[in-house]
């Protein structure tokens, strides 16, 4: 049972480029999410799925997109990867809404990605 | 704004102590509240949650309390170990989303 992996681990960008950051869980989970995490600032919530084919924008969604085609994966897109988009990218996800709220989240390791 | 805020940033004890932090939040009255634990280089890891109709919650050596009169959650770790040294995050959850705490540095010193 590997819960939650991410890949990759490290990634430099440069300004401009665009690139896919991948979050696939085993558990069967219906709710995934992508947070980033600032030197501060607690974790925020960019984008957010309750099931296969349903998406919605968290907290700071600007510059990303993603997509759930399957219950398993759920990647992440940089579509002109700027500066401030520097930052440590986790997924999360647990069998549903209430259940997270009731048992908690699974988080993956962590995406660490420079922009420069 | 609903803010979640943990007081120190960093808290040092002996081994062997009772390690106490401390979550606040305003302007608000949270139905859960949730600790987790993040140690460098990985992703948090769920420890313990307490509804707002309990005073108190233990799991092992961890303890967690909430006053909803103070605004306040406290988490402890009695018996502290080196290895209890990580990053302790208090989390509110919302309607779909998780509201982080900034987090407190644990590090027990042996």
């Known amino acids: 049972n590997a819960g939650v992996t991410q890949t990759p681990k490290f990634q430099v960008l440069k300004t401009g480029q665009s690139m896919t950051l991948q979050c696939a869980q085993d558990m069967n989970h219906e709710y995934m999410s992508w947070y980033r995490q600032d030197p501060g600032m607690g974790l925020r919530l960019i984008h957010y799925?309750?099931?296969?084919?349903?998406?919605d924008q968290g907290e700071v969604p600007n510059g990303y997109n993603v997509s759930r085609s399957t219950t398993e994966d759920f990647p992440l897109r940089l579509l002109s990867a700027a500066p401030s988009q520097t930052s440590v990218y986790f997924c999360?996800?647990?069998?549903?809404?209430?259940?997270?709220?009731?048992?908690?989240?699974?988080f993956g390791s962590g995406t660490r990605l420079t922009v420069v | 704004s609903q803010k979640i805020e943990q007081n120190s940033e960093a808290l040092n004890i002996q081994e062997g102590k009772t390690a106490t932090l401390t979550c606040n939040y305003t302007?608000?009255?949270?139905?859960?509240l949730q600790w987790y634990r993040q140690d460098p280089g990985r992703g948090p890891v769920f420890l313990l949650l307490?509804?707002?109709?309990?005073k108190e919650k233990r799991k092992e050596r961890l303890k967690v309390t909430f006053d909803t009169t103070l605004k306040q959650s406290l988490f402890h770790i009695t018996a502290s170990q080196p290895a209890d040294s990580a990053t302790y995050l208090c989390v509110r959850t919302g309607a779909n989303n998780l509201f982080f705490g900034t987090g407190t540095r644990l590090t027990v010193i042996p």
């Open positions: 307490i509804r707002e109709n309990e």
């Open positions: 999360a996800s647990s069998y549903s809404l209430t259940r997270g709220t009731n048992y908690g989240y699974t």
């Open positions: 799925s309750v099931g296969a084919g349903i998406t």
């Open positions: 302007n608000y009255s949270p139905a859960y």
